[in-house]
């Protein structure tokens, strides 16, 4: 257990809602990640952060935006939310420059009508 | 470009009959490579890291994966297969740079009484 919870666990909105998705980590780690899981394409890279307020994108970030004001806390943003955001979202962390290991979150699965 | 391919998208198996779960990589240096399992409704955990110590890697719950690197495989096994194992088991693929995070399409792994 690498001490992260995700929140809320299950959402359910409607298309052209603001949702927002929490990650939360106790252990103070640096690097951390947000991932989409839809069948068939295993999990991709949204965005990720490498300490507070440093963000970059991942390779499926069209659609999403996050911030990171505290080194415990990760904010994903769907600004307007599509049926095509309908997925199971991964938070996970990095222990640290020197471990390359990622430890994932519980998820989050989100459903827009 | 780097990319993973799991070659079986479900394997089935009888209980107590070996386990074999195919991964190739491409990747234009040495990258660390991963297998994750994912039971239903649960997060991922991690089974197993290689980061070139050792060629034949072993993990959690008796499985074990040999990195072959003129056949740029990565595969999973386990003597014998348990109920407990059916689950989904990603091969994730990390090149040294770090810059990129790259999961399989994963394979779903039944275990037949």
């Known amino acids: 257990d690498a001490g992260i919870t995700q929140s809320p666990r299950h959402k359910v909105t409607e298309t052209g809602t603001p949702v927002t998705l929490r990650c939360h980590q106790t252990?103070?780690?640096?690097?951390m990640y947000w991932y989409r899981q839809d069948p068939g394409h295993g999990l991709r890279l949204i965005h990720y952060?490498?300490?507070?307020?440093?963000?970059d994108k991942g390779e499926v970030s069209d659609g999403y935006s996050v911030s990171r004001s505290k080194t415990e806390d990760f904010l994903l943003t769907l600004e307007s939310a599509t049926s095509s955001q309908t997925s199971v979202y991964f938070c996970?962390?990095?222990?640290?420059?020197?471990?390359?290991?990622?430890?994932f979150g519980p998820g989050t699965r989100l459903t827009v009508l | 470009a780097q990319s993973v391919t799991q070659l079986d998208s479900h394997v089935s198996v009888s209980e107590g009959t070996p386990v074999l779960l195919r991964c190739n990589y491409s990747?234009?240096?040495?990258?660390?490579l991963f297998w994750y399992v994912q039971h239903p409704n649960k997060g991922l955990q991690l089974l197993l890291k290689?980061?070139?110590?050792?060629?034949l890697v072993k993990g959690i719950n008796g499985f074990e994966a040999e990195f072959k690197k003129s056949e740029t495989s990565f595969h999973l096994t386990k003597p014998s297969a348990h109920m407990s194992d059916a689950a989904e088991y990603f091969c994730?693929?990390?090149?040294?740079?770090?810059?990129?995070?790259?999961f399989g399409p994963g394979t779903s792994l039944s275990v037949i009484p």
């Open positions: 996970a962390i990095r222990p640290g420059l020197a471990e390359d290991t990622q430890y």
């Open positions: 252990e103070n780690h640096r690097y």
């Open positions: 952060s490498y300490g507070v307020k440093d963000t």
């Open positions: 990747s234009s240096y040495s990258p660390s």
């Open positions: 290689y980061t070139s110590a050792a060629t």
């Open positions: 994730v693929v990390i090149p040294p740079s770090y810059d990129k995070v790259i």
